[in-house]
């Protein structure tokens, strides 16, 4: 909220949420999640719309390399947007990140 181009491009950022409410427990858990926000830590501005969408994001578009930390590059998910994802992290993910060709990309 206190930086309104970084939520924007959040915002902007797909969450395939119509097939991720799909999955057993996942509309339970992200109430859960937005109730946890809104009575245990004071956020009364977060919705469940909010945590959906976040949730979403994260699973769509978060990158880990198989840890249990997610990171999420705004930029990256952009430039990699497919389905069929075209590019790969050369390392792990940190301040930067070097991406390599998974296949021929036409332009």
């Not at 992200?30 to 959906?52: I, S």
């Given at each position: 909220?206190?930086?309104?181009?970084?939520?924007?491009?959040?915002?902007?950022?797909?969450?395939?949420?119509?097939?991720?409410?799909?999955?057993?427990?996942?509309?339970?858990?992200?109430?859960?999640?937005?109730?946890?926000?809104?009575?245990?830590?004071?956020?009364?501005?977060?919705?469940?719309?909010?945590?959906?969408?976040?949730?979403?994001?994260?699973?769509?578009n978060g990158v880990g390399h198989g840890s249990k930390k997610c990171f999420l590059y705004p930029n990256l998910s952009l430039i990699s947007h497919s389905c069929t994802a075209n590019l790969d992290m050369v390392d792990r993910p940190a301040r930067t990140v070097q991406l390599v060709a998974k296949r021929m990309i036409k332009m």
């Open positions: 909220r206190d930086h309104p181009k970084d939520y924007q491009a959040i915002e902007d950022l797909m969450d395939h949420w119509e097939e991720r409410r799909k999955e057993k427990g996942v509309v339970e858990m992200v109430r859960f999640m937005g109730a946890f926000c809104r009575n245990k830590l004071g956020m009364d501005w977060v919705t469940d719309t909010d945590v959906w969408h976040a949730f979403g994001v994260l699973k769509t």
